[in-house]
C-alpha cells in the first residue's frame, strides 16, 4: 500500500472515525450555541476543517450509519429503518480497510441486524445503549466488576428514585429520568467504558496501522445523565424551543400523529422539557471531555498527529423543536450535523467550509486519505477537493429519505406500505418534500429559517414544486445502484457490435 500524504512506513496513517448519536448542530460551542461547553470539540476544529452544511441520507440511526458504512443512498442499500438489514453484497467501510491491511475496529453502537454479525470489523466491541442487548455486549460485565448489582445494571436508565414500569424496563416513557442523576457513576459511564474502551484498543494496536470507529451511545435519550454533569447546566436557563402556535395544522396529517407516536405530548410540561434539555446538554459536555481525555492519551501514546480525526453524528434531536422530541422527518434539527476532520500538514487548519456535504462522502474522504481506490458502488465525493481548495464544480443540493412504513401511524393514515416513501431536497433556498400518497411540503429557508410555515398549498409555488419533483426523480435515475465494478458494457454480446467483422 503507497504511504498517504505526511506518512511514513514506520509511521502509517491511522484512523479515528468518532460518532455521537443524535447529536444536532446547533448544540455546540463552535456551532454557537450560548451554554453549552465543549472546548475540546471546539478546539478540534480550530485545528482542522469543519464543514458548516452536513447533511445525513435519513434521520433513523440505522439508514443514515448505512448510508456513511456504505457511501451509499437509503434506497441502495435498502436498510430503510432500524432492524432492517442491508441488502444482499453490501460492503462496508470496515472491509474496504480490511483490503488495506488496516486494522478495523467498532467500540460502541452500530443499531443494525443481526446483532450477531460484525460487518467486517476485524475488532467488534459492541455496545448499543438497550438493556434488551446486554447479552451482546461486555459493559454489563464491567459493571459488574465495579460493583454494581444486577439491579443496577438492569435498570441503569432508571434513576433510583422513579420506580419502573413492567414491560418498561429501558427507561422512562415520559423522560421522567431527566429529573434526576443516573444511578451509574460517572466514571463508570457507557461514556467512559467506551473511551476506555478505545485507548486501550491504541494502545494494543501499533504493529499495523488502525481504524477505529467509535461510535457513542450518547447524547441519545434516555435523558439520564451522571453527577457532575446532571447539575451543569441550570433548566431555567436553557434555551427553548421557538414554537409558532398551531403549526402543524398545516403539515401533513402524518406530523401530529407522529409527535403522539413518538411521546411528543409530555413536552406540554415545560418543566421536563427544560429538564430534557439541560440533561441533553449536560450529556453532550460529558462527551466533550472524554474526547479531551482521550485525545490526550493519543499525544501520550505519540499517535495524535499522525491519525486523521473525524467527528460526527448519525442524527439530530428535536428537543421540542416543532412539538417533537426524537428525530425522523426532515426539519434542520434532524438532518443538520456537525462535521470536523483534522490531520495535521494535510487537512487545512481552521478553515469553514460552506459549501453542502452529504454523510455519504464521509467514506470516499477516508479512503482518499489512505490513498485507497474509492469503488464504483460508494456514490459520494471526497471532500478533499473542498478542503484543498481544487474542487471546481460542487452539488447545490442535498437529499434524504425516509420510510415510514414501520410506524403505527401509517395504520391510522390508512397507507399501505409502499404509500409510505418520502424523499426531501434541499438548496441554499428552498426545502422541499415529497410525500407518495400525502400532502407534500416545501419552506422558503431564507424568508423562514425555522420550518415553520408549509408554502406547499400556495398557488404560486406550484411551477416551483413541479420543479423540485422533477429533481428528485432525476436523483433518483442518477444514483440507482452502481454496482458491480467490473465493466459488462458488452457482456451479453459475443463480440463488440461496433466493431467491423
Not at 151 to 156: A, N, P, Q, V
Request: glycine content about 6%; aromatic content about 12%; charged content about 30%.
Amino acid at each position: 500500500m503507497s504511504q498517504p500524504p505526511g506518512t511514513t512506513a514506520e509511521q502509517p496513517l491511522n484512523i479515528l472515525f468518532i460518532m455521537a448519536d443524535q447529536l444536532r448542530y446547533d448544540s455546540l460551542g463552535y456551532t454557537g450555541h450560548p451554554l453549552v461547553r465543549t472546548p475540546h470539540i471546539d478546539k478540534l476544529a480550530s485545528e482542522g476543517t469543519r464543514f458548516e452544511r452536513t447533511y445525513v441520507q435519513c434521520a433513523v440511526c440505522a439508514p443514515s450509519r448505512a448510508s456513511i458504512y456504505t457511501g451509499r443512498y437509503m434506497h441502495n442499500h435498502k436498510v430503510r429503518f432500524n432492524e432492517v438489514p442491508f441488502g444482499a453484497g453490501e460492503r462496508t467501510i470496515a472491509d474496504y480497510f480490511n483490503d488495506a491491511n488496516y486494522r478495523s475496529a467498532l467500540i460502541g453502537r452500530t443499531h443494525f441486524t443481526p446483532i450477531t454479525e460484525t460487518y467486517g470489523f476485524e475488532y467488534y466491541a459492541y455496545y448499543d445503549g438497550l438493556p434488551a442487548k446486554d447479552g451482546f455486549s461486555a459493559y454489563p460485565d464491567y459493571l459488574r466488576r465495579c460493583g454494581y448489582s444486577e439491579e443496577d445494571i438492569r435498570l441503569r436508565y432508571w434513576p433510583k428514585e422513579l420506580t419502573p414500569k413492567p414491560g418498561h424496563e429501558a427507561y422512562p416513557e415520559d423522560f421522567a429520568e431527566a429529573h434526576y442523576p443516573s444511578r451509574i457513576r460517572e466514571e463508570h459511564s457507557d461514556t467512559a467504558y467506551l473511551t476506555n474502551e478505545a485507548i486501550r484498543f491504541m494502545e494494543e494496536t501499533a504493529d499495523r496501522p488502525w481504524m477505529l470507529h467509535l461510535s457513542y451511545w450518547k447524547p441519545h435519550l434516555p435523558f439520564s445523565v451522571p453527577e457532575p454533569y446532571f447539575s451543569m447546566y441550570d433548566p431555567a436557563e436553557v434555551p427553548m424551543p421557538e414554537l409558532l402556535e398551531g403549526e402543524l395544522d398545516n403539515k401533513p396529517p402524518l406530523q401530529n400523529l407522529f409527535r403522539e407516536e413518538r411521546r411528543g405530548r409530555f413536552l406540554a410540561d415545560e418543566e421536563r422539557l427544560r429538564r430534557v434539555r439541560a440533561a441533553y446538554y449536560g450529556m453532550i459536555t460529558q462527551l466533550d471531555d472524554h474526547l479531551g481525555r482521550l485525545f490526550e492519551e493519543m499525544r501520550r501514546m505519540g499517535v495524535l498527529d499522525r491519525t486523521l480525526i473525524v467527528f460526527t453524528s448519525d442524527h439530530g434531536e428535536y428537543l421540542g423543536d416543532h412539538y417533537m422530541i426524537e428525530k425522523e422527518l426532515f426539519y434542520e434539527q434532524a438532518l443538520h450535523v456537525p462535521l470536523i476532520m483534522k490531520l495535521p500538514g494535510v487537512i487545512p487548519q481552521g478553515r469553514s467550509i460552506p459549501e453542502f456535504v452529504e454523510s455519504v462522502d464521509i467514506l470516499p474522504t477516508l479512503l482518499e486519505a489512505a490513498e485507497l481506490k474509492v469503488p464504483n458502488a460508494v456514490q459520494g465525493k471526497s471532500l478533499f477537493p473542498l478542503m484543498n481548495g481544487t474542487a471546481r464544480a460542487w452539488r447545490q443540493e442535498v437529499y434524504a429519505e425516509w420510510d415510514f412504513q414501520y410506524y403505527h401511524c401509517r395504520r391510522l393514515l390508512g397507507l399501505e406500505p409502499d404509500q409510505c416513501k418520502a424523499v426531501m431536497v434541499r438548496d441554499d433556498r428552498w426545502k422541499y418534500v415529497h410525500y407518495s400518497d400525502q400532502p407534500c411540503e416545501l419552506y422558503d429557508l431564507h424568508a423562514d429559517p425555522g420550518e415553520l410555515r408549509n408554502l406547499a398549498d400556495r398557488e404560486e409555488f406550484r411551477e416551483l414544486m413541479e420543479e423540485k419533483r422533477r429533481q428528485i426523480l432525476e436523483w433518483r435515475m442518477r444514483t440507482e445502484d452502481t454496482t458491480p465494478d467490473v465493466d459488462l458494457t458488452f457482456a451479453t454480446y459475443l463480440r463488440d457490435p461496433w466493431v467491423a467483422g
